[in-house]
Nanobody, 129 residues
């Protein structure tokens, strides 16, 4: 098992930046592919980004490509999401999630919330216009 705790959310003006963190504890961090999802009020949870267990491959939703960057630090057992050029439509609760490292082999799998076994409690990001 792995436990996930997000932090770094807050209120920011449009065009600003935030960096989210997700601290992992429990089973070896490198055993998991990691992802970020978000959920706005009244909407379904949607994929934002994922990074392979090795860190060598990253995947992004079209809506955040070129603005967001996912990374992981194995020494700190921490996942990050650097968010730049934020827009009001990025407002949501952001969740980190983990899935066993060999489970997915294509984008469709990575972007499916049902592929992920473990979830954090979420952190609120609000972007004002």
């Amino acid at each position: 098992q792995v436990q996930l705790v997000e932090s770094g959310g807050g209120l920011v003006q449009a065009g600003g930046s935030l960096r989210l963190s997700c601290a992992a504890s429990g089973r070896a961090f490198s055993s998991y592919t990691m992802g970020w999802f978000r959920q706005a009020p009244g909407k379904e949870r949607e994929f934002v980004a994922a990074i392979s267990w090795s860190g060598g491959n990253t995947y992004y939703a079209d809506s955040v490509k070129g603005r967001f960057s996912i990374s992981r630090d194995y020494a700190k057992n921490t996942l990050y999401l650097q968010m730049n050029s934020l827009k009001p439509e990025d407002t949501a609760v952001y969740y980190c999630a983990a899935l066993p490292r060999y489970y997915c082999s294509d984008y469709a799998c990575y972007e499916n919330p049902g592929s992920y076994n473990y979830w954090g409690q979420g952190t609120q990001v609000t972007v004002s216009s």
